[in-house]
C-alpha cells in the first residue's frame, strides 16, 4: 500500500474499533502488516484497513501487545517531546498531594491511565523509583528520566527498579534494570510519612517499588475501624495495615507474613513511633496454614486484614485464583468475634470486583455467619483508570462487618 508513514503497523479490517476508542493495546491477532522495520520501541504508525493513519505507539515485536498507542491524533506524533510533556502533565494532576502533605509518598505516572503505557514513577520524599515494563518505555528511559528529574519539584535522584517478569515477556534485557539512573543514590531506607505515621520504605529490595502506596485509602479505612480492637494482619508485608490500626487505637496487632526481611522492616516502622499501649507479635508463617492452627487454637480476632500477593495473572488462572480468595476468606470469617471487621482485598486484575464480592459471599455462606458490607476500597487515586483502559482497575476490597 502507498503510504507516507514510512515505519507503520495495518491493521486488519474491522479491528481498528478498538483503538478509534482510545484503548492502548492493539494484539498481534488485529495486525494484517508490519513494514518499515521498526526496531523494538519505536514508534509506528497506525493505519486502519483503508490506510487513514489513526494515531501512533510504540511497538513490541515479542509481545502479543504488539503496539501500545501514544497518540491518538495522526497530526501528534509520539516523540521524544510528546513523551516529556506526559511526564509533566502526569506529575501535575498529582499537585494536591504535594500540596495538602498528607503523604510524602504517592505515585506519579501510572502507565497506560497517565498515556505512558509500560511506566509507572513513584515518589518517596525526594526520589522517584520507576519501572519501565514495555519495549516502548525502555526506548523512551532517557526522556522519561529526564522528564522525572525536571519537573517534579525537590527530585534529589531518580533509582530504576525494572526488575519484572513483563519485561522478559517484552523480550528486554534483564540486564540495566535496576540501579541508579539521575542524582543522588538513595539512602538505603527512605523514611516516608502517610498520615501522621511513618514507615521506612527499602526501594531496592522492597516489593513492587518498594511499598504499597495503592493501599493508602484502605490503611485509612481499617484505620477508622480498630480503636480498641485485637487484630491479626496476614500479608502484612512491612506492616502497613498494623500501623495504621495502632495509630488509631488497636489493642493488640499480629502481623502475619511468610517473608522474614518483611517482618524485620515491619518491627523497624513499629519502633518509629513510641505510642503506648499497642501490643505486636510477630508471626512468621503461610496465611493458609497460620488460619487453620488458629482455627483449631479457638484463637479469635476483632479486626482482619487480608491482602494477598496476586492469585491471578490471566483469566485462565481464575478458578484456581477464587479457589484460593475462597479458603482464606472463609477461615478468617470463622475467626472473627461477634461484630467482628474483616477486610478483604484482590490486586488480581483478572478477578473482577462483582466476582471477589461473590467468592466472599460465597466464604460467608459457607462459614454460616451473616455479614454485611461496610465499605468498598480501591486503588488509591493516584493510581487511577483511564475510562477507555477498564484493565487498569486491579484493585478492590471489601471491609465486611460480621452481624452474628
Ligand atoms: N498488606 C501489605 C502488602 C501485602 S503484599 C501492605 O499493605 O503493605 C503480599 C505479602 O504477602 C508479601 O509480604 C509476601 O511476603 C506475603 N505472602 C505471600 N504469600 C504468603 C503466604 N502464603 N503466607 C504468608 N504471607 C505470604
Redesign the pocket.
Known amino acids: 500500500m502507498e503510504t507516507k508513514y514510512a515505519k507503520h503497523v495495518a491493521l486488519n479490517p474491522r479491528r481498528d474499533h478498538a483503538t478509534r476508542h482510545r484503548h492502548p493495546w492493539i494484539f498481534s491477532g488485529a495486525i494484517r502488516a508490519v513494514e518499515g522495520d521498526p526496531a523494538p520501541g519505536e514508534t509506528v504508525a497506525v493505519l486502519d484497513a483503508k490506510g487513514e493513519c489513526i494515531g501512533w505507539g510504540s511497538y513490541s515485536p515479542a509481545s502479543q501487545i504488539r503496539v501500545r498507542m501514544l497518540s491518538f491524533d495522526a497530526g501528534l506524533v509520539a516523540d521524544a517531546e510528546l513523551v516529556a510533556g506526559r511526564v509533566a502533565a502526569a506529575i501535575g494532576r498529582r499537585a494536591d498531594f504535594w500540596v495538602n502533605g498528607y503523604t510524602s509518598a504517592f505515585r506519579l505516572v501510572h502507565g497506560e491511565s497517565d498515556g505512558l503505557p509500560g511506566v509507572i514513577a513513584d515518589w518517596y520524599d525526594g526520589w522517584v523509583v520507576v519501572q519501565l515494563a514495555s519495549a516502548g518505555a525502555v526506548y523512551w528511559q532517557d526522556a522519561i528520566v529526564k522528564a522525572l528529574e525536571t519537573f517534579t519539584p525537590g527530585c534529589r535522584g531518580v533509582y530504576n527498579r525494572s526488575d519484572v517478569d513483563c519485561r522478559v515477556r517484552e523480550g528486554l534485557p534483564a540486564e540495566g534494570a535496576t540501579g541508579l539512573l539521575a542524582g543522588e543514590e538513595p539512602p538505603e531506607l527512605i523514611e516516608v510519612r502517610e498520615g501522621g505515621i511513618r514507615y521506612l520504605v527499602d526501594v531496592r529490595h522492597g516489593?513492587k517499588t518498594g511499598?504499597?502506596l495503592d493501599?493508602r485509602d484502605a490503611?485509612a479505612v481499617v484505620g477508622s475501624l480498630a480503636n480498641g480492637a485485637d487484630m491479626l494482619?496476614?500479608?502484612?508485608?512491612?506492616?502497613?495495615?498494623g500501623l495504621a490500626a495502632r495509630a488509631a487505637g488497636a489493642m493488640s496487632v499480629t502481623q502475619?507474613?511468610?517473608?522474614p526481611a518483611?517482618l524485620e522492616l515491619a518491627k523497624r516502622n513499629a519502633e518509629l513511633d513510641h505510642l503506648c499501649g499497642t501490643r505486636f507479635d510477630y508471626v512468621e508463617?503461610?496465611?493458609?496454614k497460620?488460619l487453620r492452627l488458629y482455627r483449631d487454637q479457638g484463637r479469635q480476632f476483632d479486626l482482619i486484614?487480608l491482602?494477598?500477593?496476586k492469585f491471578a495473572d490471566s483469566k485462565g488462572q481464575l478458578m484456581r485464583a477464587a479457589r484460593g480468595y475462597k479458603d482464606i476468606n472463609l477461615l478468617a470469617m470463622k475467626l472473627l468475634r461477634p461484630n467482628g471487621i474483616l477486610a478483604t482485598f484482590s490486586c488480581s486484575g483478572a478477578v473482577s470486583s462483582a466476582f471477589f464480592e461473590t467468592i466472599c459471599r460465597e466464604a460467608a455462606f459457607d462459614a454460616r455467619r451473616g455479614f454485611q458490607i461496610v465499605a468498598r476500597t480501591r486503588q488509591a487515586a493516584d493510581h487511577p483508570v483511564d475510562i477507555a483502559f477498564p484493565e487498569g482497575e486491579y484493585l478492590k476490597g471489601l471491609v465486611l462487618r460480621s452481624t452474628d
Open positions: 516489593h511499598f504499597y493501599q490503611r494482619n496476614c500479608f502484612a508485608y512491612t506492616g502497613g495495615f502475619l507474613d511468610i517473608s518483611a508463617a503461610d496465611v493458609f497460620q486484614v491482602d494477598p500477593p
